[in-house]
DNA sequence: ATCCAGGAGGGCC
DNA sequence: GGCCCTCATGGA
């Protein structure tokens, strides 16, 4: 991709490019480190490294950044350099249907986030809702990980490394609120450090079945959650989470209604489907029914509202 | 107030 | 293998 720029000696200043929305990026649940200033602008926390980003009609602004910060970290955090239109056109070919669900979020960007900060995570996010996902990561990093500054009245920190953690007991995780997942988050910390194969480079380097089974030794990681970390944070874009929203949308494009289908089934029927592609495709899906789920609610609401 | 949230583990059959 | 219950916590 080409990517046309400026610099005016403090901020980057980028040309609008095809097929990348900051808002539909940051805001699809593909990360949590982040907080929204106001409409399409952002503070967002990637390793060592805080982002105050924010996209009008014709740019977006990344603020006091230099050009080697952008080239060199956030032009793969937001796989900049990828061309998705061609990915569009794979998926609208593997089902015709999925043209007007890939216009609606086609400024969907697979994000590259940091692996141990993804696991821990996704393991915090089951069966909780986003808000309080984020709330969590926060927490976290400001007890464990280091102060990186402040924008717009609110600091940030970056999240700790699995060795600031490797201390850190149970009880502690209790503490932040994260219920019966504490016992889990522990058992990652340790066998992350503990276990070669369940580092960075091994599961890049495993391929995406082995990859996949490795992560799900990890107590509290099942197919959803190591799928997630596969696909947000080591590169495999060809992971296919099967959550709730998935599940919803796929049985009525897939199964008829049909609510007893397993997600296992929906995993294998998505997996064959899209192929090297699912990780896309579920994301563009996510975002569709998302926004479908809040109209239905927001609709539902105003028909109660009526009544009265 | 009751139900649900980017699920997974464990017991039972 | 499938089915059902449970796990903390907060928001709607």
Known sequence: MNLKYIHDGRN?????????????????GQFFHYEKISDGEYALVYRKNLLHIKEDKEKIIFYDTTEDEFKNIWTGFF???????????????????????????????????????TLMSFIISQNKQIPHIRKIVFDISKQYGE???????????SYPDVNALKDVE??????????????YLR????????????????????????????????????????????????????????????KRIMTDMYFDGNEKVSNEEIYEYGRKLFGEYGGF??????????????????????????RK
């Open 12 to 28: 980057l200043i980028l040309e609008k490019i095809k097929d990348f929305d900051v808002a539909q990026t940051v805001e699809c």
């Open 79 to 117: 796989d900049l350099n990828r061309d998705y239109s061609l990915i569009q056109n794979k998926i609208i070919k593997a089902d015709i249907r999925l043209k007007d669900t890939i216009r609606k979020g086609k400024g969907i960007r697979i994000i590259d986030g940091d692996y141990f900060e």
């Open 147 to 157: 102060f990186l500054g402040n924008i717009e009245g609110m600091d940030f920190y």
């Open 170 to 183: 149970e009880e502690e995780y209790v503490e932040l609120k994260t219920g019966f997942r504490a016992k």
């Open 187 to 246: 058992d990652a910390v340790l066998k992350v450090l503990k276990d070669e194969k369940l580092s960075e480079d091994s599961l890049k380097k495993a391929g995406y079945e082995n990859a996949l089974n490795k992560l799900m030794e990890i107590k509290g990681v099942g197919n959803k959650v190591a799928n997630c970390v596969l696909l947000f944070s080591l590169g495999y874009t060809n992971a296919f989470p099967v959550d709730v929203w998935i």
């Open 281 to 306: 495709a579920q994301q563009y899906l996510f975002l569709y029914i998302r926004e479908k789920g809040k109209d239905i609610r927001k609709n539902k609401k105003s028909r109660e509202n009526k």
